[in-house]
């Protein structure tokens, strides 16, 4: 049974981090556009799509598209920062959403440059060099796996199941369903 709720608790973990990183990205471009002047229109977040915020007015689009990555890394570095000062319990979490972010925005940044999908087309078009992009993939990915290598081995938590308790199992899966 404790195979079980490990299984629960990883699947929610990873569900959870990944509705919760498009959240902070997409709360980044808002922030953006509303720092610039902007008009926010619409904001789509569903876990079987990938997010985006649409603006009616953009008088920076630019510095709008940067902040979402920007904040999308940052934000969740702050929280994992703030709970290991406050030595908080669930501080191994806020390591592992931290690096989560780290490594989705700057694969995405990194990756999409070279297509110009989704933000990468818009940071091609306001004149971001693919060289920043690419600086900032190689900046972030490897910080996210650092984060993710000091949480300790997967292979030895995968054979300590009884390390996943069914209440952070239940408690998980209900905080990715609240999401």
Do not use: K
């Amino acid at each position: 049974m404790s195979r079980i709720y490990q299984l629960v608790f990883i699947l929610s973990l990873l569900c959870g981090s990944w509705l919760a990183m498009m959240g902070v990205h997409e709360l980044g471009h808002v922030l953006g556009g509303i720092f610039t002047g902007g008009s926010i229109s619409r904001v789509v977040l569903h876990p079987l799509s990938v997010s985006r915020t649409d603006l009616s007015i953009n008088p920076a689009p630019g510095l709008v598209v940067w902040a979402g990555p920007l904040l999308g890394v940052l934000l969740p570095l702050l929280f994992w920062l703030v709970g290991r000062v406050l030595r908080v319990r669930f501080v191994s979490l806020l390591q592992f959403f931290a690096g989560f972010c780290l490594i989705a925005n700057g694969a995405y940044i990194a990756g999409g440059s070279l297509d110009g999908i989704g933000d990468c087309g818009v940071m091609l078009q306001t004149g971001t060099p693919l060289w920043m992009m690419w600086g900032f993939g190689l900046l972030t990915v490897p910080a996210g796996f650092w984060l993710w290598h000091r949480l300790g081995s997967l292979q030895d938590w995968w054979r300590h199941p009884e390390r996943v308790s069914d209440q952070s199992a239940w408690l998980m899966l209900l905080a990715v369903a609240a999401l």
